[in-house]
């Protein structure tokens, strides 16, 4: 099993960005996807948590409406959207999946390799 993430970089506050979880040797429908991300000198924390490849997704507080979902079920990738992006949205942003409903970093399953993102004027 593999998770490739990609699609991270350097943007201003206010751009977009659109992250890529591409997974290989498993099929994400049945599992929990979730991104997480951690920044310097901080606890890595969930950012999304989302059922099989057409299941509802939640969201932390903290990027709500500014976040979403999308999911190619061909390609078994999912997609991070971020807007309106704030210098705190800075880290090291990581896609997982997992058997675990709420999707808790220490219940994940298999990681992909973080993708750096950087919000920065």
């Known amino acids: 099993v593999q998770l490739q993430a990609s699609g991270g970089g350097l943007v201003q506050p206010g751009g977009s960005l659109r992250l890529s979880c591409a997974a290989s040797?498993?099929?994400?429908?049945?599992?929990?996807i979730a991104w997480f991300r951690q920044a310097p000198g901080k606890q890595r924390e969930g950012v999304s948590c989302?059922?099989?490849?057409?299941?509802?997704?939640h969201f932390a507080d903290s990027v709500k409406g500014r976040f979403s979902i999308s999911r190619d079920n061909v390609k078994n990738t999912v997609y991070l959207r971020m807007n309106s992006l704030k210098p705190e949205d800075t880290g090291l942003y990581y896609c997982a999946i997992g058997r675990d409903q709420h999707c808790m970093v220490t219940r994940m399953d298999n990681w992909g390799r973080g993708t750096q993102v950087t919000v920065s004027s």
């Open positions: 989302g059922v099989g490849v057409d299941g509802s997704t």
């Open positions: 040797g498993v099929t994400l429908d049945g599992y929990y």
